[in-house]
């Protein structure tokens, strides 16, 4: 009976993992489309992280991009945070993110387009 329940909990837990999706997240600032994206669904520790650009149907590739995540203070827990510049990859901006623990977390995009204007966008992401 022990066996038969291990086994049935080991097969839940695979199917979760099974069919957690990828990250896609979209949003919009000052005119200017975000597209927030990975190709594997997160998991604590180190994520590949895509961020679309684009305005009027244009893909921005001109861009200095920045991504900082992090994770509030709460009790017993003290503050997490990870910062990463992105790189262009095609026509995307491929960064490195790491969430230490699993939970929301929240993030920030900051764009500096090629007119010198800084751009923020804030939202949250499950792990």
Do not use: C
């Amino acid at each position: 009976m022990k066996n038969l329940v291990k086994v049935v909990l080991s097969l839940f837990i695979m199917i979760g993992f099974l069919n957690a999706e990828p990250l896609s997240q979209n949003g919009e600032k000052n005119g200017y489309k975000i597209k927030l994206s990975s190709e594997q669904s997160l998991v604590s520790g180190n994520n590949e992280v895509f961020i679309a650009l684009g305005k009027n149907d244009t893909v921005i590739k001109d861009a200095k991009v920045k991504i900082k995540v992090f994770m509030p203070e709460m009790p017993g827990m003290p503050y997490m945070e990870y910062k990463g510049k992105a790189k262009l990859v095609g026509d995307k901006y491929k960064v490195m993110v790491n969430f230490a623990m699993s939970g929301t977390w929240q993030y920030q995009i900051k764009f500096k387009t090629s007119d010198g204007k800084v751009h923020k966008v804030r939202g949250s992401v499950n792990i």
